[in-house]
């Protein structure tokens, strides 16, 4: 998968309360990121998501990774 701006992959992601419960889905789709990323952590390859998703490209597969990568990127605060 080539690699690409983590900013404009983000744009891919879309939350809506109408869609999907308002869980990140790819944009224009009904796809959530989350199903992405199970089927990855199952073992499913991008090439064989993409053959049983036809709708979904190799960009919006990246863009699920990167969603997930920002998600648990945050700072740690300690408290005294």
């Known amino acids: 998968?080539?690699?690409?701006?983590?900013?404009?992959?983000?744009?891919?992601?879309?939350s809506d309360p109408g869609i999907c419960g308002g869980r990140p889905v790819i944009a224009g789709?009904?796809?959530?990121?989350?199903?992405?990323?199970d089927m990855?952590?199952?073992?499913?390859?991008p090439?064989?998501?993409?053959?049983?998703f036809d709708?979904?490209?190799?960009q919006d597969i990246a863009?699920?990774?990167?969603?997930?990568s920002a998600q648990i990127d945050h700072r740690v605060i300690t408290a005294a």
């Open 1 to 14: 998968m080539p690699a690409s701006n983590p900013d404009s992959a983000l744009a891919r992601i879309q």
């Open 29 to 37: 789709t009904r796809m959530r990121v989350s199903d992405i990323l």
């Open 40 to 45: 990855l952590a199952g073992g499913a390859t």
């Open 47 to 52: 090439a064989e998501i993409l053959a049983d």
């Open 55 to 58: 709708y979904l490209t190799e």
């Open 63 to 68: 863009a699920a990774l990167a969603y997930a």
